[in-house]
């Protein structure tokens, strides 16, 4: 299984961005994806994340900016960026994780993302 993660880049204060994560190979059903975020010096932290279910979960700091979404005929995760902040830069990371037997993780490549002032 392999995740590729793409959408990063260099975006304005108050610009938007929309990250995408492909996941390729065989997957059971009844994943959870999230986004993580690594910002230099600082401890990667959870985003956002999306159950089988569509029941989804966001960091206090991106609420009402950020939006997750997955489309199960692509196999693949979004994460919606709006009214960056410099604070959103990062390097992000996408994952997929089953917490069900078999139990597994997935990281995928991360993608930077830099908000400038």
């Known amino acids: 299984v392999q995740l590729q993660a793409s959408g990063g880049g260099l975006v304005q204060t108050g610009g938007s961005l929309r990250l995408s994560c492909v996941i390729s190979?065989?997957?059971?059903?009844?994943?959870?994806m999230a986004w993580y975020r690594q910002a230099p010096g600082k401890q990667r932290e959870l985003v956002a994340s999306i159950t089988s279910g569509g029941n989804t979960k966001y960091a206090d700091s991106v609420k009402g900016r950020f939006t997750i979404t997955g489309d199960n005929a692509k196999n693949t995760a979004y994460l919606q960026m709006n009214s960056l902040k410099p604070e959103d830069t990062a390097v992000y990371y996408c994952?997929?994780?089953?917490?069900?037997?078999?139990?597994?993780?997935?990281w995928g490549q991360g993608t930077l993302v830099t908000v400038s002032s």
């Open positions: 994952n997929l994780r089953r917490p069900f037997t078999p139990v597994y993780v997935y």
């Open positions: 190979g065989s997957i059971f059903s009844g994943n959870t």
